[in-house]
């Protein structure tokens, strides 16, 4: 048993003490041209910074997604190492958003390139997709256990092509998003105050009462800003589960930089409107 608070645990005093919004770092080339800088390492370096420097305090999570630093090769690589430990140095959590999914015994060497404390890129959660089969993640529950870290799996995801695949009914009437929430309540039951398995569920979705969200544990929630939902739409779309929900934005914050004032002005209107969504 790890000795580290669990990552559900950790999550819960942020979002009380900070409010729940979860800023994207998704350093896109359109942003990294509108913010006046180069593709390429240097223009990566600062945009991440920026970001970190400027919102580092006030929110409860980042969430860096991986392939916008990966296409510049292992510089990249390098960059998302600096910009996770400069995060979670400066006390803000990190989502490591590089949706793995593989075979077993692959998806351990996954697990441990993000969930091992002794590696470089170790993060305080994982974004994960379960369609090679929810049992395919066991390495990395395991070692999110072990570790103190917790995961993001993918049940209902924010974009229109996901329901294909998670809304498809399986022979015994349940649709596959609704068994992976099924699987994370089992995988949350009984911890407090919340677990550390977490769902992503898309704000852009709709009334979504005919699924169980009730799984103990955080809802990430993508979609607001860019994507067309708003913080307004989180109690209808949530329900009571509005509760444990993260909502992710990335575009609609970031659009806003470089200037780290408006940065900081734009998440701060994000969070407010949320707060008044969710205590409404
Ligand atoms: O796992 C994710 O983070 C994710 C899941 C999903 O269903 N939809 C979704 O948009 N995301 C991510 O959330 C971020 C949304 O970015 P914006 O649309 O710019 O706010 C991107 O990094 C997406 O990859």
Not at 17 to 40: K, M, N, Y
Not at 233 to 249: E, M, S
Request: proline letters at 5%.
């Amino acid at each position: 048993m790890s000795t580290v608070t669990p990552f559900g645990t950790r999550l819960r005093e942020a979002m009380d003490t900070r409010g729940p919004l979860c800023v994207g770092i998704d350093p896109h080339a359109a942003l990294l041209a509108q913010w006046g800088l180069a593709d390429d390492i240097a223009g990566l370096e600062r945009f991440s910074r920026t970001v970190v420097e400027a919102l580092a305090d006030s929110v409860a999570v980042f969430k860096p997604q991986a392939a916008f630093f990966e296409r510049f090769g292992s510089r990249g690589v390098a960059v998302l190492e600096r910009t996770v430990a400069d995060a979670r140095a400066a006390g803000t959590l990190v989502v490591m958003d590089a949706k793995r999914g593989d075979i077993g015994s692959t998806m351990a060497a996954y697990a441990s390139a993000f969930l091992d404390p002794a590696s470089p890129l170790f993060s305080d959660a994982l974004t994960v997709s379960p369609y090679l089969g929810y049992g395919s993640l066991k390495p990395a529950v395991d070692l999110a256990r072990e570790s103190g870290a917790g995961l993001f799996v993918l049940a209902l995801t924010s974009n229109p092509e996901g329901a294909e695949v998670q809304r498809a009914v399986r022979e015994d009437g349940r649709t596959i998003g609704a068994t992976m929430l099924a699987h994370l309540a089992a995988e949350n039951a009984g911890a407090e105050p919340m677990g550390s398995f977490g769902a992503v569920v898309g704000a852009t979705l709709g009334d979504l009462s005919s699924f169980d969200l009730d799984i103990n544990g955080p809802l990430l929630a993508p979609g607001i800003g860019a994507q067309g939902a708003t913080a307004a739409d989180l109690p209808a779309v949530f329900g009571k589960a509005v509760r444990n929900v993260v909502p992710n934005v990335s575009r609609g914050v970031l659009k806003h930089g470089p200037d780290t004032a408006a940065l900081r002005a734009s998440a701060a209107a994000f969070a407010e409107e949320i707060r008044a969504a969710v205590s409404a």
